[in-house]
């Protein structure tokens, strides 16, 4: 069945530094939701990406989708305390209404001030 | 949000009992899910409803069972809890994906210990 992995799982970064995530599927995809979770909170879509090589900003944050739909990443530019969290991508494999999205294992962000 | 809430928020309970969450959303959505959440392993599907009438089976659903009393609202029931279903519970709604973005709003969740 279609697995959704992410690494890294863990990263500490300083304030100020850079990050990036990366979510890879085992099949292709026919979209990727990228979903924020704070410490004690739940998760909070963030946005979605359908088109091989899109490309969207948020912001400080970044969000790629691979050119053969299989992969993504996030990056975060210059690190703030606010970006601490958990990071999920969501793949849905089917373009039916009928195909539920699979969540990666997140990866978890610590900012050291 | 606090359109989808969850009952109880946290829960202790022994080995063998009956437990049920419940999960009522205002979104007027159709969609609706439960996870679990573990360390490392992100978010797991226990179950999903389309609508009222249709359930289906997610990743997880051994030692489960749900309920979609109306649309907005879909328990979660552990017949007879055991310790390796302590976790978080979180219930999530969506709208009807037609191509759009279909975001999932998640409740606060319920955390779960299971002595």
């Known amino acids: 069945g279609q697995q959704v992995m992410q690494i890294p799982q863990y990263q500490h970064v300083q304030e100020g530094e850079d990050f990036t995530t990366y979510c890879n599927s085992s099949?292709?995809?026919?979209?990727i939701q990228w979903y924020k979770q704070r410490p004690g909170g739940h998760p909070v879509f963030l946005i979605q990406?359908?088109?091989?090589?899109e490309v969207k900003k948020q912001k400080r944050l970044t969000f790629q989708f691979g050119e053969a739909k299989k992969n993504s990443s996030l990056h975060i530019t210059a690190t703030q305390t606010t970006d601490v969290g958990t990071y999920f991508c969501?793949?849905?494999?089917?373009?039916?209404?009928?195909?539920?999205?699979?969540f990666g294992p997140g990866t978890s962000l610590s900012v050291i001030p | 949000d606090a359109d989808v809430t969850q009952t109880p928020r946290n829960r202790i309970t022994k080995t063998g009992k009956r437990i049920m969450l419940e999960c009522s959303q205002t979104?007027?959505?159709?969609?609706m899910y439960w996870y679990r959440q573990d360390p490392g392993l992100g978010l797991r599907l226990i179950y999903y409803?389309?609508?009222?009438?249709?359930?289906n089976k997610g990743e997880i659903s051994d030692g489960y069972s749900v309920s979609r009393q109306a649309q907005a609202k879909f328990s979660l029931s552990l017949e007879s809890a055991i310790p390796n279903q302590t976790a978080l519970y979180f219930c999530?709604?969506?709208?009807?994906?037609?191509?759009?973005?279909?975001?999932?709003?998640f409740g606060p969740g319920t955390r779960l210990t299971v002595l």
């Open positions: 999530a709604t969506s709208d009807l994906w037609q191509g759009a973005v279909n975001e999932q709003f």
């Open positions: 990406l359908v088109k091989s090589g």
């Open positions: 979104k007027g959505h159709d969609r």
């Open positions: 099949t292709t995809l026919s979209n």
């Open positions: 409803s389309f609508d009222v009438k249709d359930i």
């Open positions: 969501a793949g849905r494999e089917g373009r039916t209404s009928y195909d539920k999205v699979i």
